[in-house]
C-alpha cells in the first residue's frame, strides 16, 4: 500500500482531481504542508510541474498560494514560472497569489526567465511587479531582470521587459537594453570566492 504522500504525488502527476479531492478532504492537515518535493507545498509541486488542473484542485480546496518552500521562502508563482505555465501564473493570480521581489529566488518575474518563457514573463509584468529592482549577493551585482535574462541568453524576455519598462518608447527601450548588456556582461565575468 502506498503512503497518502505517494498518492498524492500519483494523482497530482495524473491531475486526477477526485483523488485529490478525495485524499485531502481524508488529510485536510496535509493540504498546505511542505512536502519532500524540494520543500515546496503540494500547491508548489503542482505549479512546478505544469499541472494545472491539480493546481486549481488544490486552490479549491483552500490551497494557500502565499506559502512560501521550505528552503529560500520561494512561491507556487515561481514554481509556476520555472515551468514556463502561463495559465498556471494567471490562475496563480487570479487567486491571490503575491508577488515577492524581496530577494531573486523569491522573483517570480526571474523564475519565468528560467522558465524560458516570454509568455509567463508578459503576465507577471501585467500584475505590476517592479522590474527594475535590483539584486546584490554573492552571486549577483547590481542585477535587475533585464541584465538576468541577457546573462541567461533569454533576449526576447529582456526585449519584454524593456519595452514594458519604457512604456513603448523605443529609444528608452534600446538605452536601457544596452545598460542590461554592460551589467550581464560584468556578472558573467565577475571573480567570485568559491563558498
Given at each position: 500500500?502506498?503512503?497518502?504522500a505517494?498518492?498524492i504525488?500519483?494523482?497530482i502527476?495524473?491531475?486526477n482531481?477526485l483523488?485529490?479531492?478525495l485524499l485531502f478532504?481524508?488529510?485536510?492537515e496535509?493540504?498546505?504542508?511542505?512536502?519532500?518535493?524540494?520543500?515546496?507545498?503540494?500547491?508548489?509541486?503542482?505549479?512546478?510541474s505544469?499541472?494545472?488542473?491539480?493546481?486549481?484542485k488544490l486552490?479549491?480546496?483552500?490551497a494557500?498560494?502565499?506559502?512560501?518552500?521550505?528552503?529560500?521562502?520561494s512561491?507556487?508563482l515561481?514554481?509556476?514560472?520555472?515551468?514556463?505555465?502561463?495559465e498556471i501564473v494567471?490562475c496563480?493570480l487570479?487567486?491571490?497569489?503575491?508577488?515577492?521581489?524581496?530577494?531573486?529566488?523569491?522573483?517570480?518575474?526571474?523564475?519565468?526567465i528560467?522558465?524560458?518563457?516570454?509568455?509567463c514573463v508578459r503576465?507577471i509584468?501585467?500584475a505590476?511587479?517592479?522590474?527594475?529592482?535590483?539584486?546584490?549577493?554573492a552571486?549577483?551585482?547590481?542585477?535587475?531582470a533585464?541584465?538576468?535574462?541577457l546573462?541567461?541568453?533569454?533576449?526576447?524576455c529582456?526585449?519584454?521587459?524593456?519595452?514594458?519598462?519604457?512604456k513603448?518608447?523605443?529609444a528608452a527601450?534600446?538605452?536601457a537594453l544596452a545598460?542590461?548588456d554592460?551589467i550581464?556582461?560584468?556578472?558573467?565575468?565577475?571573480?567570485r570566492?568559491?563558498?
Amino acid at each position: 500500500m502506498k503512503s497518502v504522500a505517494a498518492q498524492i504525488i500519483d494523482a497530482i502527476s495524473d491531475e486526477n482531481v477526485l483523488s485529490i479531492e478525495l485524499l485531502f478532504s481524508r488529510n485536510p492537515e496535509l493540504l498546505n504542508q511542505h512536502t519532500m518535493m524540494a520543500g515546496q507545498t503540494w500547491l508548489g509541486h503542482a505549479a512546478s510541474s505544469g499541472k494545472l488542473l491539480a493546481v486549481k484542485k488544490l486552490i479549491e480546496l483552500g490551497a494557500d498560494p502565499n506559502i512560501g518552500d521550505r528552503w529560500d521562502g520561494s512561491k507556487s508563482l515561481c514554481s509556476a514560472g520555472h515551468s514556463g505555465n502561463p495559465e498556471i501564473v494567471r490562475c496563480l493570480l487570479e487567486h491571490g497569489a503575491e508577488i515577492d521581489t524581496d530577494a531573486s529566488v523569491r522573483n517570480p518575474l526571474f523564475a519565468s526567465i528560467v522558465g524560458r518563457s516570454p509568455e509567463c514573463v508578459r503576465v507577471i509584468l501585467s500584475a505590476g511587479i517592479d522590474a527594475a529592482v535590483r539584486y546584490n549577493s554573492a552571486t549577483m551585482d547590481d542585477m535587475d531582470a533585464m541584465a538576468f535574462a541577457l546573462m541567461r541568453g533569454e533576449r526576447e524576455c529582456a526585449e519584454i521587459i524593456a519595452q514594458s519598462n519604457a512604456k513603448g518608447d523605443e529609444a528608452a527601450a534600446a538605452k536601457a537594453l544596452a545598460g542590461a548588456d554592460e551589467i550581464a556582461e560584468r556578472n558573467a565575468h565577475a571573480e567570485r570566492p568559491c563558498p
